[in-house]
């Protein structure tokens, strides 16, 4: 019970946080989106291609904004552009429905070449760990695997990905703890059957019965973030597994993932160029790559 009342003042800082349009430092984008940016997207992001052309902008505009305010440092590696944008478009699409969300408990990415292990080395036994979220001294932080931030992409079957999975921890954590309840997602008249469905969820992986990845299993923190990845990568498949979870998820993150045609779009040389301008993708945006010198 001691608990209860420091839980709650937590709670209310946060969603006060979380509903401040902007903090004293924030920047925002004042820059034109980059052409090269957005072929990135194209290739590499689904969920972004199903979005309408306004969805779009705005999901450029939020790539801008969070790019501008988190730092993203390799650790051993090289961060390139496409590295960039697929931890940003991670970040994005679990919160892209709240218009006025800030990843004001973020400050930078370490990104790794692959995984690590609890004493964040790549090198040794024990290199299980593909994503954290930080805490203690590590507050702020997230570290992810390149290797498995840009698998989570490049699979589009298998139900997973790590990256969503960490900023999913992470929202979930801006209530104060991290427990498997978005409390400034989540309404109050579903926390109760969240939770029992949940339960019940976890009871199914362990008798396994259940094609939810088995780590969801581990914790209720853990399920959230494990059945979200499942959400946004195979929600379709979700729907139709487990109706249920999915209702429930649709309502947490006010997205109709049903009606998201997720594909990658495939641009060759000539191709129409993704920017609309009219004109063949090797004569816009690509030439820079199609471009022979004489």
Known sequence: MIYILPIIIISIFSFVWFRKKAT???KTPIEPFPDEWRIILHKEVTFYNALSDEEQKKFEYKIQEFLLNCRITGIDTTVDTTDKLLIASSAIIPIFAFDNWRYTNLKEVLLYPTSFNKQFETD?????????VGTGYMEGKMILSQQALKYGFKNETDKKNTAIHEFVHLIDKADGVIDGIPSLLLEKQYTIPWLDLINKSIDEIYAGKSDINPYGGTNRAEFFSVISE????????????HPELFTLLEKIFKQDMTARQLKKLIISRNSPCPCDSGEKFKDCCGKVHYHKKH
């Not at 040794?124 to 954290?132: A, T």
């Not at 499942?230 to 597994?241: A, G, H, N, S, V």
């Open 24 to 26: 004293p430092n924030w």
């Open 124 to 132: 040794g036994e024990d290199r299980r760990i593909l994503g954290m």
């Open 230 to 241: 499942y959400f946004f990568e195979r929600p379709k498949l979700l729907e139709r597994k």
